[in-house]
T-cell receptor, first 111, second 111 residues
């Protein structure tokens, strides 16, 4: 199956700092999503980004499908950004959409 | 709020017992997914249903079963529970787009 690797595994930032999270995947995919899991366990969609670049407020993401990686940028980090960030990918076939998740990046933003 | 509703949010049960987790997808979504999140296995895809039919299957144990009903809600049945089944179980749904939206999860503790 598809392998998804995320780096770094852990990250501690001071409030206001910027960061880049990376996701590498082993095969060509046509579905890639970034999620944020907050301290209460909720998985929140950040981006659907199988290719290209998207921005949403302080967050942006870029996927280079041909090189099999995606980047999530967090600017001017806030304490509410703390949690685990997951990258998940799938190959859409015959209606099946089986997301394979990476192991996540645990982010802690401190005052 | 993703629009995906899961019940119950928390449950504690004894080994050997059976539980049913319920999920209502977002309005109009035909696909329903079940995922398990545990500390040692991470986020694992269990099964996908599309408009009442099984569409994709992942690492779902034989003791577990799921179904999607005509009104599109889904249930995940977990039987002969073991301590290792303690986990956060997510339901998710998607529509015409590939973006998958997750519910808040059901925390299962087996004692």
């Amino acid at each position: 199956g598809i392998q998804v690797e995320q780096s770094p595994p852990d990250l501690i930032l001071q409030e206001g700092a910027n960061s880049t999270l990376r996701c590498n995947f082993s095969d060509s995919v046509n579905n890639l999503q970034w999620f944020h899991q907050n301290p209460w366990g909720q998985l929140i969609n950040l981006f659907y980004i199988p290719s290209g670049t998207k921005q949403n407020g302080r967050l942006s993401a870029t996927t280079v499908a041909t090189e099999r990686y995606s980047l999530l940028y967090i600017s001017s980090s806030q304490t509410t950004d703390s949690g685990v960030y997951f990258c998940a990918v799938s190959i859409l076939t015959g209606g099946g959409n089986k997301l394979t998740f990476g192991t996540g990046t645990q982010l802690k933003v401190e005052l | 709020d993703s629009g995906v509703t899961q019940t119950p949010k928390h449950l504690i049960t004894a080994t050997g017992q059976r539980v049913t987790l319920r999920c209502s997808p977002r309005s109009g979504d035909l696909s329903v997914y079940w995922y398990q999140q545990s500390l040692d296995q991470g986020l694992q895809f269990l099964i996908q249903y599309y408009n009442g039919e099984e569409r994709a299957k992942g690492n779902i144990l034989e003791r577990f079963s799921a179904q999607q009903f005509p009104d599109l809600h889904s249930e995940l049945n977990l039987s002969s529970l073991e301590l290792g089944d303690s986990a956060l179980y997510f339901c998710a749904s998607s529509g015409r787009e590939a973006t998958i939206y997750f519910g808040e999860g059901s925390w299962l503790t087996v004692v």
